[in-house]
């Protein structure tokens, strides 16, 4: 999946109980042949044998869906290509348009060739500087839409640009206007990653966006971006119970809240300088970064030292003046001041071991959503931040069937239309 913290800056079970012990079970020495003796009876079994298709036409739906399910989690995984990779999957073309926003926004479509009434998606890359050119959001794309799904993913700008603003959510809800006139559904689904994730909930209070939306599906979002924050900044968060979390924060979010709020960490004169050399850092080109930070006056490359270092104590006081200061701007792109409004059914991932955005966040989403909207939620070491990643036997079987619950409910859109 399109991640920030996979590579770089720019990707991101308790042990299994021993097994009761059962003594062994000693065969019964074989019924002697005599006149009258009783051989087991089948009866039962050949009784049952007419309704065996029944049985398996009924369990046919769900394995067909976990297969499903595992084609698309392995092709995201960049996995290499088996028959699971290629299990029911469709050749797919690709369109890029430009649609209605302020201004107007870019996007790219994924046809799957042959399929008559795709069910339609609209999915949100997350904060990466690629946008919609990222490597795993057009493979988490191009897999949905060769099994048979429409995807448009919308270039968020701001997001492309290291900033999270409620203005993300505007063009979010453009995509899904459009997504919904192009494919003539009724309702489309909507997806978004990492922090689009949340932007996407927000989009989806809106009541117009809503009445054209069948789910809306958030992996690894955030529910209040301040709290995000100040993890950065603490390498600690809570859960909605007490429980503290702790977790060392990634590097990259000090750099994100520096490069997003620079006049809190660098000078007027340097404020336009420390942006490009930050950008240029977040963008992994570190000796030009090193290049860019060298035309800052003393103190500036002083302070950008201290960022290189990741030296993020020594940024404390600087961090809490900039949250204190864009609070309001923070609490306008945090979902939890919107999902009051929220009433189509939300499905949450979130990985076990995120250290971008905290899975506790995902906790906070499901207490803070209205009753009945989740349909599932699911915290999972199989995953990253949104990448998939190494766990065990029964983490990947969860995953799948969370994911085969996710394609069910974006077929629905198709299916009401149909």
Same mark, same amino acid.
Request: hydrophobic content about 45%.
């Given at each position: 999946?399109?991640?920030?913290?996979?590579?770089?800056y720019n990707?991101?079970?308790? /042990?299994?109980?021993?097994?009761?012990s059962f003594?062994?079970? !000693?065969? /019964?020495?074989?019924?002697? +042949?005599?006149?009258?003796?009783?051989?087991?009876?089948?009866?039962?079994?050949?009784?049952?044998?007419?309704?065996?298709?029944?049985?398996?036409? &009924?369990?046919?739906?769900?394995?067909?869906?976990?297969?499903?399910?595992?084609?698309?989690?392995?092709?995201?995984? %960049?996995?290499?290509?088996?028959?699971?990779?290629?299990? @029911?999957?469709?050749? $797919?073309?690709?369109?890029?348009?430009?649609f209605?926003?302020? #201004?107007?926004?870019?996007?790219?479509?994924?046809?799957?060739?042959g399929?008559?009434?795709?069910?339609?998606?609209v999915?949100?890359? *997350?904060?990466?500087?690629?946008?919609?050119?990222? #490597?795993?959001?057009?493979?988490?794309?191009?897999?949905?839409?060769?099994? *048979?799904?429409?995807?448009?993913?919308?270039?968020?700008?701001?997001l492309?640009?290291?900033?999270?603003?409620?203005?993300?959510?505007?063009?979010?809800?453009?995509?899904?206007?459009e997504?919904?006139?192009?494919s003539?559904a009724?309702?489309?689904?909507?997806?978004?990653?990492?922090? =689009?994730? *949340?932007?996407a909930?927000?989009?989806?209070? @809106?009541?117009?966006?809503?009445?054209?939306?069948?789910?809306?599906?958030?992996?690894?979002?955030?529910d209040?971006?301040?709290?995000?924050?100040?993890?950065?900044e603490?390498?600690?968060?809570?859960?909605?119970?007490?429980? $503290?979390?702790?977790?060392?924060a990634?590097?990259?979010?000090?750099l994100?809240?520096?490069?997003?709020?620079?006049?809190?960490?660098?000078?007027?004169?340097?404020?336009?300088?420390?942006?490009?050399?930050?950008?240029?850092?977040?963008?992994?080109? +570190?000796?030009?970064?090193?290049?860019? &930070?060298?035309?800052?006056?003393?103190?500036g490359?002083?302070?950008? =030292?201290?960022l290189?270092?990741?030296?993020t104590?020594?940024?404390?006081? @600087?961090?809490?003046?900039?949250?204190?200061?864009?609070?309001?701007?923070?609490?306008? &792109?945090?979902?939890?001041?919107?999902l009051?409004?929220?009433?189509?059914?939300?499905m949450?991932?979130?990985?076990? =071991? %995120?250290?971008? !955005?905290?899975?506790?966040?995902?906790l906070?989403l499901?207490? %803070?959503l209205?009753?009945?909207?989740?349909? /599932?939620g699911?915290?999972?070491?199989?995953?990253?931040?949104?990448?998939? *990643?190494g766990?065990?036997?029964?983490?990947?079987?969860?995953?799948?069937?969370?994911?085969k619950?996710?394609?069910? +409910?974006?077929n629905?859109?198709?299916?009401?239309?149909?």
């Amino acid at each position: 999946m399109a991640a920030e913290t996979a590579a770089g800056y720019n990707g991101s079970m308790n /042990a299994v109980p021993n097994a009761t012990s059962f003594p062994a079970r !000693v065969p /019964a020495a074989p019924t002697a +042949l005599r006149p009258g003796a009783r051989f087991p009876s089948y009866s039962r079994i050949f009784l049952a044998l007419p309704f065996l298709p029944l049985l398996l036409l &009924a369990l046919a739906p769900s394995f067909y869906g976990q297969l499903r399910a595992m084609s698309i989690l392995s092709i995201i995984a %960049d996995m290499p290509e088996s028959a699971i990779t290629r299990f @029911d999957t469709n050749p $797919v073309s690709e369109e890029l348009i430009t649609f209605p926003s302020q #201004p107007p926004a870019r996007a790219r479509i994924y046809h799957p060739i042959g399929i008559a009434h795709p069910s339609p998606v609209v999915v949100v890359h *997350g904060v990466h500087y690629l946008g919609i050119e990222e #490597p795993r959001l057009r493979r988490f794309a191009r897999a949905l839409a060769s099994h *048979g799904y429409l995807v448009l993913t919308p270039q968020i700008d701001e997001l492309a640009d290291y900033n999270i603003t409620q203005g993300s959510a505007v063009v979010i809800g453009d995509a899904v206007h459009e997504l919904a006139r192009r494919s003539g559904a009724p309702r489309v689904g909507l997806l978004g990653l990492s922090f =689009a994730g *949340g932007m996407a909930l927000i989009a989806a209070s @809106d009541p117009e966006v809503q009445r054209q939306l069948s789910c809306v599906i958030a992996i690894g979002a955030h529910d209040d971006l301040t709290r995000v924050l100040e993890f950065f900044e603490t390498d600690q968060t809570r859960a909605p119970d007490g429980r $503290v979390f702790d977790m060392q924060a990634h590097e990259y979010g000090s750099l994100v809240i520096a490069y997003s709020h620079a006049p809190a960490f660098f000078s007027p004169q340097d404020v336009g300088q420390a942006r490009i050399a930050l950008r240029t850092l977040l963008w992994e080109d +570190l000796p030009r970064a090193h290049a860019e &930070a060298a035309k800052l006056s003393p103190a500036g490359q002083a302070r950008m =030292a201290q960022l290189f270092a990741h030296d993020t104590k020594s940024l404390v006081p @600087d961090m809490r003046r900039a949250l204190a200061e864009a609070k309001p701007s923070l609490d306008a &792109a945090s979902p939890h001041f919107y999902l009051a409004r929220l009433h189509v059914p939300v499905m949450l991932l979130h990985g076990a =071991a %995120d250290n971008v !955005v905290p899975p506790t966040e995902t906790l906070w989403l499901e207490r %803070d959503l209205p009753p009945g909207v989740l349909r /599932a939620g699911l915290v999972s070491p199989a995953i990253g931040h949104v990448e998939v *990643g190494g766990a065990g036997t029964v983490d990947k079987l969860r995953l799948i069937h969370w994911m085969k619950e996710m394609l069910d +409910l974006l077929n629905r859109s198709s299916a009401e239309r149909g």
